[in-house]
């Protein structure tokens, strides 16, 4: 049975793009190279992409060429580009208010925190607002710190939690290492992956008690009552859309309890529909302490995100000031954008909708692409949340590029992108993985057209396997 989202989409008709301007194209891409400063690039190699406009689940450049976008923007447009309810919201927000001063109570932000605080599991009923996701993640462990009088912070190697200060030391990945002082109170353990497991398990049950007793023991050696928080994300992103085991955790937040630690879920990219569920805690019936959001809260409309706080930490700061604020917390036009995203995705069925899309549509369809592609060693996910792991040798798990590759030693990776492009689909891409993140409002035939554009950039991907093409299993969910 199609959910609500299919039954109700349109159909699939995609918006055409302007007249064709190549020539405001290169003036918008001269003054952007002359002027904008890029994050996470080498300036001198920058090459932006200058877009003329997005509606729905793609866009366009000023030569035309129109792109589905598989990327969500950075994973944050849940309900597309342009939806007219939201940006009607906006409008409406700035002919009544367009800013306001956050010590004050106003609508917008009163009822965005409302429904925000409707849809978090347990007792997370007090929301901090901040600017996006790393000055969540920031005010999280602040909160943490002060509720325990405890310096540490324990974080997965595999994650990426921001870029600010405290938010790039306590990611994982490579991003780390250039601001890593190692002064920062953070220690990293092994979370759960199986396909590529730390602890030599061949079962998720396996995965999952090894990962706990890596975790309890780096506990031991820190010492618990230096120990703050642990911090996870509850599906990781950036890092590989690792679905944890099931018990994990569950797990996780027993230790925690045994020692006094918060417990810090980083639901800033998985939030909001991502999953197919509100929040992915929702799939484990777990309730961390703090839980920090951003992107899908609002679709990226204006930049929005937030801490939501358990009962038992918020009562730390009834009657003891909590050091720390935003100019712009919960700034009137982000949250009217979170209201009218959260009443939309309600609408519209959009978190069923992404629901039905993982299970009938995307998992099935790429399953079926890695029995054809020798390219891809896994394939996980759930709702509008999937990765293929890529890999030059599927017996060996060897992956397609080296861990954090740049310049040739990323070639396959570039070629599988670039072909991507080619055909008409803008992918996510980092080291050897491809993410499947379109927004969770898209229709089948757009999700079928990108999977179609998928299997043209794959083959370009097993030109760099071992075996230069053929077939064989690998995929699991």
């Given at each position: ?5 299919t ?26 190279r002359?002027?904008v ?8 190699q920058?090459?932006?992409l ?9 866009f ?12 969500s ?17 906006i ?14 109570a106003?609508e ?25 996701g ?16 405890r ?24 991003r ?8 920062a ?14 602890f ?14 890596h975790?309890e ?107 720390g ?13 979170a209201?009218a995203?959260?009443?939309?995705m ?5 978190v069923?909708?992404?629901a039905h ?16 592609h ?5 394939v996980?996910?759930?709702g ?7 890999v ?17 030693a990323?070639?396959?990776m ?6 991507a492009?080619?055909?008409?689909l ?15 409002n ?8 990108g ?5 043209q ?6 030109a ?14």
């Amino acid at each position: 049975m199609p959910s609500p989202a299919t039954a109700s989409a349109p159909a699939a008709s995609a918006p055409a793009p302007a007249a064709p301007d190549p020539g405001a194209g290169r003036a918008v891409h001269a003054t952007d190279r002359a002027h904008v400063f890029h994050s996470w690039s080498a300036q001198g190699q920058m090459d932006p992409l200058a877009v003329a406009g997005a509606e729905g689940s793609y866009f366009w450049d000023y030569e035309g060429k129109r792109y589905l976008d598989f990327a969500s923007g950075l994973v944050f447009t849940n309900i597309g580009y342009q939806h007219p309810k939201v940006v009607a919201a906006i409008q409406e927000q700035a002919a009544k208010m367009c800013t306001f001063a956050p010590a004050f109570a106003i609508e917008a932000r009163s009822e965005a925190a409302r429904l925000i605080a409707e849809r978090t599991p347990g007792d997370l009923d007090k929301i901090f607002f901040t600017n996006g996701g790393a000055d969540a993640v920031e005010h999280a462990i602040r909160m943490a710190r002060l509720h325990t009088g405890r310096p540490k912070v324990l974080s997965a190697y595999r994650s990426y939690h921001g870029g600010t200060q405290q938010a790039i030391n306590i990611t994982g990945d490579p991003r780390r290492w250039a601001s890593d002082t190692g002064t920062a109170g953070v220690v990293h353990f092994n979370a759960p992956h199986l396909y590529r497991s730390p602890f030599y398990a061949e079962t998720e049950e396996q995965e999952c008690e090894r990962a706990l007793a890596h975790l309890e023991q780096t506990i031991a050696y820190e010492g618990p009552q230096t120990l703050a928080a642990v911090i996870l994300e509850t599906i990781p992103g950036t890092a590989g859309i690792m679905l944890p085991p099931p018990g994990y955790l569950a797990g996780v937040r027993e230790i925690c309890d045994r020692y006094g630690i918060v417990f810090v879920l980083d639901e800033v990219m998985a939030g909001f529909g991502r999953t197919g569920t509100w929040f992915a805690a929702d799939l484990y019936d777990v309730v961390p302490d703090l839980l920090t959001f951003a992107k899908g809260v609002n679709s990226g409309y204006v930049p929005l995100g937030g801490v939501a706080i358990s009962a038992k930490i918020a009562e730390t700061f009834d009657q003891r000031p909590y050091p720390g604020g935003l100019t712009y917390s919960g700034h009137p036009l982000a949250c009217a954008a979170a209201v009218a995203t959260l009443e939309t995705m309600a609408e519209e069925g959009i978190v069923e909708h992404a629901a039905h899309l993982g299970e009938a549509v995307i998992g099935p369809a790429l399953r079926e692409l890695a029995e054809r592609h020798p390219s891809i060693g896994e394939v996980r996910g759930t709702g509008a949340f999937w990765a293929l792991d890529l890999v030059r040798d599927r017996a060996t798990r060897e992956p397609l590029v080296p861990y954090g590759a740049t310049g040739p030693a990323n070639a396959p990776m570039a070629d599988f992108a670039a072909t991507a492009k080619r055909a008409g689909l803008w992918p996510f891409v980092n080291m050897n993985r491809t993410h499947v993140v379109p927004p969770c409002n898209i229709t089948e035939a757009e999700l079928k057209e990108g999977l179609s554009a998928l299997d043209q950039a794959l083959t370009a991907a097993d030109a760099h396997t071992v075996t230069g093409g053929g077939a064989g299993g690998g995929a699991s969910a």
